[in-house]
């Protein structure tokens, strides 16, 4: 079975650009996450989406947002980029609640550099 | 707030050498807590989840404990191998997954 996906691998933008990060969970999984990683830190928690709701969210801007869509695959969007959006953007699939302990699935990640 | 520590911040070693890698938080309210493995510029690689019930896991040659009472978390690495060079995350599992800064291990033969 394939893992979480991610689309693209890496991007390049420029300061105030616009940028969409693409996720696909495993087969059979409800739940997406999103996670930045800065250089040198763990991750840090953004979103987690269920059944296309939004489950939580962390101490992120609102120039970050995000979606799922009814195949459960994600979107995170982030507007007006600044310097600090350089990082790594990880995506993580868990199974539905009751199917097993709630193991998240980690993605290769997005690496996003801002110039 | 929710911290996760990770002591040491780095650790170098000989291929051969058992291994302790801590992992400390501050609230013991946990749905569980996971260790993960990240190779440089890589994703995260689940190595072990341990439920909140649960004492410890093992996979391998590793093997997790856990000690919610007070807090901490170890990953056992038993006869360290150079292949095991990556970072060590941890990380507890409130709604959300909180993570420690991890463990930089380099294993040299």
């Known amino acids: 079975d394939a893992g979480v996906t991610q689309s693209p691998t890496h991007l390049i933008k420029t300061r105030g650009q616009q940028v969409t990060l693409r996720c696909s969970p495993i087969s059979g999984h409800k739940s997406v996450s999103w996670y930045q990683q800065v250089l040198g830190q763990g991750p840090q928690f953004i979103f987690q989406y269920y059944e296309k709701e939004e489950r939580g969210r962390g101490n992120f801007p609102d120039r970050f947002s995000a979606r799922q869509f009814p195949n459960y695959s994600s979107e995170l969007n982030v507007n007006a980029l600044l310097l600090g959006d350089s990082a790594l953007y990880l995506c993580?699939?868990?199974?539905?609640?009751?199917?097993?302990?709630?193991?998240?699935?980690f993605g290769p990640g997005t690496r996003l550099t801002v110039t | 707030k929710q911290e996760v520590t990770q002591i040491p911040a780095a650790l170098s070693v000989p291929e051969g050498e058992n291994l302790v890698l801590n992992c400390s938080f501050t609230?013991?309210?946990?749905?569980?807590l996971q260790w993960f493995r990240q190779d440089p510029g890589k994703g995260l690689t689940s190595l072990l989840l341990i439920q909140s019930s649960q004492r410890e896991q093992t996979s391998g040659r590793l093997n997790a404990s856990l000690d919610k009472s007070s807090g901490r978390s170890t990953l056992y690495i038993a006869a360290s191998q150079p292949g095991d060079s990556a970072t060590y995350l941890c990380?507890?599992?409130?709604?959300?997954?909180?993570f420690g800064t991890g463990t930089r291990l380099q294993v040299f033969p």
């Open positions: 609230d013991s309210a946990i749905y569980n």
């Open positions: 993580a699939s868990s199974p539905p609640p009751g199917d097993s302990p709630y193991e998240q699935y």
């Open positions: 990380a507890v599992d409130t709604d959300k997954l909180i």
